[in-house]
């Protein structure tokens, strides 16, 4: 089996337990060499409300993440500043990397997939590892993964359960949601409001 380095990007406004278990179950994946965590700038395909600064945001996944192995942390999208487009990223990873990607997604990204921005060229440049996620119509993500799969997609699924934890739920307020680090973290920085 061809080794890949898997990206998990996202906004990570803040990263919480559910990412956490995520990342977890990635690298437990026996083709998955390390993984790159990447949060985006501005994302293309939610409003970012409530965004905190990108160097915060990244400085919350390395604490969140501190005692797991083979993780490395990008600030590919954030460096480059405006909208962060998925193939505009793996085109330029593809270059640096001597390793296929593979590319995180959870259920609700999976059934918007073919949305997204040249989604078809993303399919012929990386794998998917899709995590079937709690909250999401396993009927909906099934026929997602199949029309992707026609489209010529390689993808791992995951079954685990994982938290339906949202970051939106946990800035209202559902701190016991966050590793205890990241909420000392918020709590130092005054980040959401919280003091």
């Known amino acids: 089996m061809d080794k890949v380095v898997a990206i998990f990007g996202g906004t990570f406004n803040p990263i919480h337990?559910?990412?956490?278990?995520?990342?977890?179950?990635?690298?437990?994946?026996?083709?998955?060499?390390?993984?790159?965590?990447?949060?985006?700038?501005?994302?293309?395909h939610k409003a970012a409300s409530a965004l905190v600064p990108g160097e915060d945001r990244l400085?919350?996944?390395?604490?969140?993440?501190?005692?797991?192995?083979n993780v490395e942390f990008s600030d590919l999208e954030l460096s480059r500043e405006g909208v962060s487009y998925t193939y505009d990223t793996v085109c330029e990873l593809g270059e640096k990397l001597n390793r296929r990607i593979a590319l995180v997604l959870g259920g609700d990204m999976v059934t918007t997939f073919t949305g997204w921005y040249r989604f078809k060229d993303i399919l012929k440049l990386?794998?998917?590892?899709?995590?079937?996620?709690?909250?999401?119509?396993n009927s909906e993500f099934d026929k997602a993964i199949e029309n992707l799969r026609d489209e010529g997609g390689r993808i791992t699924v995951i079954d685990s359960p994982i938290s339906d934890i949202s970051s939106?739920?946990?800035?209202?307020?559902?701190?016991?949601?966050?590793?205890?680090?990241?909420?000392?973290?918020?709590?130092?920085?005054?980040?959401?409001?919280?003091?």
């Open 17 to 44: 337990k559910g990412h956490v278990e995520m990342a977890r179950e990635v690298l437990c994946l026996p083709q998955v060499e390390r993984l790159i965590i990447m949060p985006t700038f501005l994302p293309p």
């Open 59 to 69: 400085n919350m996944c390395k604490i969140a993440l501190e005692d797991l192995k």
């Open 126 to 137: 990386v794998d998917l590892i899709a995590f079937r996620r709690i909250g999401v119509d």
């Open 168 to 195: 939106t739920e946990v800035r209202k307020g559902e701190w016991d949601l966050l590793p205890e680090k990241v909420l000392e973290y918020i709590k130092q920085k005054g980040l959401y409001g919280e003091k």
